[in-house]
């Protein structure tokens, strides 16, 4: 995914993000976009403060499960995700084709969040 040229990025033009990553030696032909996600240890609770990507949103995402892993965390540790919204970069990590990539994790949102979809 990237950005159309002199449109904004937060509070900032394109134009001067890439002027600002060429200016630091850093390659700006795209604009990278991070997508993060927190994860809490909470008692015997493991919680997911929303799903990531799921590598379903652009190229360059996607490797959460294994950063989890090389942190010593596999998918079936998360006990709870917690979805903050409904944005793709946020619940396309709970799996594919409806397959849970978290299988013991249950899930919470905002009650408003849901009443969005509902109508």
């Known amino acids: 995914m990237g950005l159309k040229q002199g449109s ?3 509070s ?3 134009t001067d993000t890439k002027a600002a990553l060429a200016a630091a030696g850093i390659a700006n032909e795209l604009v990278p976009i991070p997508f993060n996600v927190t994860l809490v240890k909470l008692g015997n609770e ?3 403060f929303d799903a990531g990507t799921g590598g379903q949103f652009q190229p360059t995402a996607g490797a959460m499960i294994a950063n989890m892993e090389a942190a010593g965390i596999k998918p079936e540790q998360i006990t709870r995700v917690i979805v903050s919204h409904f944005h793709p970069d946020h619940v396309f990590g709970k799996g594919p084709d409806n397959t849970p990539v978290f299988p ?3 899930g ?3 009650k408003q969040r849901v009443q969005v979809l509902d109508g």
């Open 8 to 10: 904004h990025l937060g």
């Open 12 to 14: 900032c033009l394109v």
């Open 46 to 48: 493991t919680v997911l």
């Open 104 to 106: 013991n994790a249950g």
């Open 108 to 110: 919470l949102c905002a």
